[in-house]
């Protein structure tokens, strides 16, 4: 599964199309931030998010757990935000729309 | 269903004892935060209330959505999150063990 790595300065924008684009591609996607900053722009993108699979049948929830990583030597704690669709779905391409259209929204 | 507004000053493992609190009597939970610390307090929350109900059963998923709220006349955008079991379920009362007993853990 692809991991996002998401910063206080991440556009909460861009990191929701990152996130509709692996859920189109994988089913499921795992944010990693580290700090309140950071996990503010992923829980907006996550949000955002949500509006952008809708169509394709999703329904995004967002799983959070604790990881311990090591940054510069640093033990640090970070979030992990799985990402999935409720019920393990994976998108239903719509009928008569290329996927890369919609991939480029 | 309960809102339970959460700030940066908030305990997250008080909080997460309400979330689990919640999940048994009402099945679903609804957290409100205005801000980045907020957020923060409110996420490892979940993180950790995941452990307290996973005993029963339970499989907490949250959906982060915008609303937009009014403090002392300003409007300001706040952050819900929506506590839900993945598939809906209620907590299963343990066997021998007495809820009122559950509730206090």
Known sequence: METLKVSTKSSPNSVAGAI???MRQ?????IQVVGAGALNQAIKA???ARGYVAASGLDLVCIP???DIEID???RTAIRLSVEDRTHR???PLPHVDLETLRIN
């Open 46 to 48: 996550v949000a955002i």
């Open 20 to 22: 509709a684009g692996a």
């Open 65 to 67: 757990t604790f990881a």
């Open 26 to 30: 994988a089913g499921a996607v795992e």
């Open 73 to 75: 030597g640093e033990r």
């Open 90 to 92: 994976r998108a239903q």
